[in-house]
T-cell receptor, first 111, second 112 residues
């Protein structure tokens, strides 16, 4: 079945540095790739997404890249700040409408 | 708009008891889904629905039932609770199955 692998599981960076989280998916029919941020005790919330007809998308300090040939996509956060500390989840979905999430990356931004 | 609401926020059950987790949304979304979140395992899809009267299984459906009689409501039923079902449960909704999902606040369930 569909599978999404996410790496790393934990990531510590110094404030101001960049952070990169990578996901690999198995279903070649996947066409929508969102990223969610979950703060401690809160619900997941969308931070950025990309569709299969686009290779890269940016929103201020956050960007997502997609390589459909290799079946992987990545989240890039530049100029990290303490409030970026959270758990980040990638996800993908296809025409089957099964939304499959990665196992999450705990990002710590050290002041 | 209230968005996605879930009740209860917390629940403790004994093994073998049954209960229903409630989920409602007021955004007229067609797609609704239930996830469980366990430490280190991310969000796993239990069941989902693409519209009223239509439901389908996700990754981990065993021990759970759902129904979708209206666009707004998508309850999750635990038939006979087991300790392995101790988890945080999130309901979510979106316009379609390939759009932003809006999550409810979650229900923390403990089965003793």
């Amino acid at each position: 079945g569909e599978n999404v692998e996410q790496h790393p599981s934990t990531l510590s960076v110094q404030e101001g540095d960049s952070a990169v989280i990578k996901c690999t998916y198995s279903d070649s029919a996947s066409n929508y790739f969102p990223w969610y941020k979950q703060e401690l005790g809160k619900r997941p919330q969308l931070i950025i997404d990309i569709r299969s007809n686009v290779g890269e998308k940016k929103d201020q300090r956050i960007a997502v890249t997609l390589n459909k040939t290799a079946k992987h996509f990545s989240l890039h956060i530049t100029e990290t700040q303490p409030e970026d500390s959270a758990v980040y989840f990638c996800a993908c979905t296809s025409g089957t409408y099964k939304y499959i999430f990665g196992t999450g990356t705990r990002l710590k931004v050290l002041a | 708009n209230a968005g996605v609401t879930q009740t209860p926020k917390f629940q403790v059950l004994k093994t073998g008891q049954s209960m229903t987790l409630q989920c409602a949304q007021d955004m007229n979304h067609e797609y609704m889904s239930w996830y469980r979140q366990d430490p280190g395992m991310g969000l796993r899809l239990i069941h989902y629905s693409v519209g009223a009267g239509i439901t389908d299984q996700g990754e981990v459906p065993n021990g759970y039932n759902v129904s979708r009689s209206t666009t707004e409501d998508f309850p999750l039923r635990l038939l006979s609770a087991a300790p392995s079902q101790t988890s945080v449960y999130f309901c979510a909704s979106s316009t379609t199955g390939t759009d932003t999902q809006y999550f409810g606040p979650g229900t923390r369930l403990t089965v003793l």
